[in-house]
């Protein structure tokens, strides 16, 4: 149980170009999905917590007109990622918390995001 | 502000030996502490969390993890490596009284295991 998927697992794009990555509680209701970014070789990052039927709380230095949150149900969030740059490319990666549930969350497989 | 410090970012250990990774968290009251894996192009896996039993959590794949909060420590140990335990490895913090906080995660420690 406590499955998180995101599709797609990669993607490149050119520069200029949106793309969108969706996250997905396959098995449960997540109230709360998390989204990071990370660098090659680095540590996770958050970059904003989505509550279902809410806007999105961004953490400090992400831009929010950039990276567009959308929760519209307690199973999907998705991620948008506006006129993509080359310094756009990372490994974005997705969380869901348990409704309910105070303190475990399931993380997705990741999103490879290449911008040319 | 709940951190946590991870020491050595690469650890290398031979096949069968100890595996020891260490953790340090600060933060003005025990808070709740989590080891994760990850495996190249994927997400994360929780190996074990502590939330407030027992100081001596025991997780997936073999791997145990000691709450100290007079070290204010938290580190990971297996007995026996085997070769599938190489991945990256990260200690994470979240603080108590929010079920919506954000969990701060360390700079990830690379273990390596030697035929």
């Known amino acids: 149980g406590a499955v998180v998927s995101q599709h797609p697992s990669w993607v490149i794009c050119k520069s200029g170009t949106s793309v969108k990555i969706e996250c997905r509680s396959l098995d449960f209701q997540a109230t709360t999905m998390f989204w990071y970014r990370q660098f090659p070789k680095q540590s996770l990052m958050l970059m904003a917590t989505s509550n279902e039927g809410s806007k999105a709380t961004y953490e400090q230095g992400v831009e929010k007109d950039k990276f567009l949150i959308n929760h519209a149900s307690l199973t999907l969030s998705t991620l948008t990622v506006t006129s993509a740059h080359p310094e756009d490319s990372s490994f974005y990666i997705c969380?869901?918390?348990?409704?309910?549930?105070?303190?475990?969350?399931?993380f997705g497989p990741g999103t490879r995001l290449t911008v040319l | 502000a709940q951190s946590v410090t991870q020491l050595g970012s690469h650890v290398s250990v031979s096949e069968g030996a100890l595996v020891l990774l260490r953790c340090n968290y600060s933060s003005s009251v025990p808070p709740y502490l989590f080891w994760y894996v990850q495996y190249p192009n994927q997400g994360l896996q929780l190996l074990l969390k502590y939330t407030s039993a027992a100081t001596l959590v025991k997780g997936i794949n073999g791997f145990e993890a000691e709450f100290k909060k007079s070290e204010t420590s938290f580190h990971l140990t297996k007995p026996s490596a085997h070769m599938s335990d190489a991945a990256e490895y990260f200690c994470?913090?979240?603080?108590?009284?929010?079920?919506?906080?954000?969990?701060?995660f360390g700079s990830g420690t690379r273990l390596s295991i030697r035929p």
């Open positions: 994470a913090v979240r603080a108590r009284g929010s079920s919506a906080s954000k969990i701060i």
């Open positions: 969380s869901a918390k348990l409704a309910g549930a105070t303190d475990t969350q399931y």
